[in-house]
């Protein structure tokens, strides 16, 4: 790198991220340039490429992922950083394909933006990645939370390898999803995706169902059978509920990673596979093998790269996006009109803990699709295993709300201090509510609130509650 300053250019139609970025980038020392649309940018690039660039996908005219696979040919050099509110996992992939350096959903840290470009830089001139095409997606992989971004982000820097990949997370997160899309988004994309749940076959004959067997193997082996490795020859096997796997099985599963063939059961001649095995568990694998459940050299073969599949009540923000899509898919299934949630019964779902993630949220859709008996449903349609009627969880949600709301409105405002507009009136309203639960009686109300009484008489004397 030269003393001279980086020069960064910005491709967005929104002039308020243009001038937001400008501002962080100059006051990091850098060069910038802005352009409305991609259009104008491929003139200007004629008279010389800047050290980094920053795009939107979505603009007038050229889109971001178009400018992308137009300069990767004519600058593969040049470092890519794509910002887009549309955050969802076919634009990621798309990114990544189409070579770009990071992949960066709205709204981002402008500090992080900053030390990106930054590392962007660094890169320039590093080899782009490469990736095979592929005609599928996954449209139900939904999510604009950052867990979710983070996995769609890993899944477009995995799109043109085949590395073996862990996946974990809880029941219900969607690690098969995940599993779909590595495999639909890599140079195996053509070739078939096997999955198995290894956790619902019985021991005895999982070996068989992964590995074949020959005829007269054992009783009722009446003809040769041809297992899950043999199926998936040439793409991706995605063994779930790995950590359930036997001793014995996982020094079998261990041996083809690592010389890619095995003996059918019963078989005296090797079988040569070509499979990317993708592996998912709800347990925690490291634990199991400090336990000796688990085979501490598979664990690593297996672990090579890890992706987390986050929990639905870490992403809240999401469950809106996913009622809507599953409401759909149900009316679909079944024949009716796609029905559409009010605001009190989204605010109940929304603080549903969920324990069942994402598989219990289908669930619920195909259940509010049949009993709730108009075209919208309403929070007295929500039943109370899904966190209808006044439950602590929905009025912990509210109260959050209505607080967030408050506070929104004094930023626009007040210039004070938020917590000091805040706490007086905090402290008044919990301090009147227990005075109203013991009919005026200090003592008791100093209990329910966890102060001494003296506490509680010098906060009325502060705020006037005498």
């Known amino acids: 790198m030269t003393s001279r300053p980086l020069n960064v250019w910005i491709v967005d139609d929104d002039q308020s991220v243009r001038w937001v970025l400008e501002k962080a980038l100059q006051q990091a020392d850098m060069e910038t340039r802005s352009f409305e649309r991609a259009e104008h940018l491929l003139e200007a690039i004629d008279d ?139 140079p195996r994309a053509k070739k078939t995706f096997v999955a198995l749940n290894t956790s619902a076959i019985a021991s005895e004959l999982l070996e068989s169902e992964l590995f074949g067997h020959e005829k007269g193997a054992f009783t009722g082996a009446d003809a040769r059978r041809v297992g899950r490795f043999e199926q998936a020859d040439g793409g991706t096997l995605f063994l779930d509920e790995i950590g359930d796997m036997s001793p014995a099985l996982q020094t079998r599963l261990l041996r083809v990673l690592a010389e890619s063939e095995f003996y059918r059961v019963g078989g005296q001649t090797p079988v040569k596979v070509d499979v990317r095995v993708i592996a998912a568990t709800n347990q925690d694998l490291a634990r199991a093998v400090k336990e000796a459940r688990f085979r501490e050299d598979l664990f ?30 149900a009316a679909d299934e079944l024949g009716t009109p796609a029905k559409v949630i009010d605001a009190g019964a ?68 007040s210039d004070g201090p938020l917590i000091d507009q805040a706490m007086p009136e905090f402290e008044k309203t919990l301090i009147e509510t227990a005075l109203s639960q013991t009919n005026g009686h200090r003592q008791e109300a100093a209990k329910l609130l966890g102060w001494g009484r003296n506490t509680l008489t010098r906060k009325m004397k502060a705020l006037h509650l005498d």
């Open 300 to 329: 690593h073969r297996l672990n090579v790269i890890r992706i987390t599949t986050p929990p639905l009540r870490q992403r809240s923000e999401d469950i809106p996006l996913l009622l809507k899509h599953y409401l759909a898919e």
């Open 48 to 186: 010389g490429e800047p050290d980094v660039l920053i795009t939107d996908v979505r603009m007038p005219g050229m889109s971001g992922i178009a400018l992308l696979e137009r300069l990767r040919t004519t600058r593969p050099g040049l470092p890519i950083i794509v910002i887009t509110a549309h955050s969802d996992l076919d634009n990621a992939v798309a990114a990544y394909k189409g070579g770009a350096f990071e992949y960066l959903p709205k709204p981002f840290d402008i500090d992080e933006a900053v030390e990106l470009v930054h590392k962007a830089a660094r890169s320039k001139g590093a080899s782009l990645n490469e990736a095979a095409e592929s005609s599928r997606s996954i449209a139900s992989m939904i999510g604009q939370a950052p867990a979710m971004q983070e996995v769609f982000r890993s899944i477009g820097r995995l799109a043109g390898s085949s590395l073996t990949v862990l996946i974990t997370g809880e029941s219900g997160t969607g690690k098969e999803l995940v599993a779909q899309a590595l495999h639909d988004h890599s």
């Open 346 to 413: 989204l605010d109940a779902l929304q603080a549903f803990g969920w324990p069942g993630n994402v598989r219990q949220l289908v669930n619920a859709t195909r259940r509010l699709t049949v009993t709730a008996p108009g075209r919208v449903i309403t929070a007295e349609d929500i039943p109370g295993d899904l966190g209808g009627g006044e439950s602590p969880q929905r009025a912990a949600k509210e109260w959050t709300r209505m607080l967030a709301a408050w506070a929104e409105r004094q930023i626009r405002n």
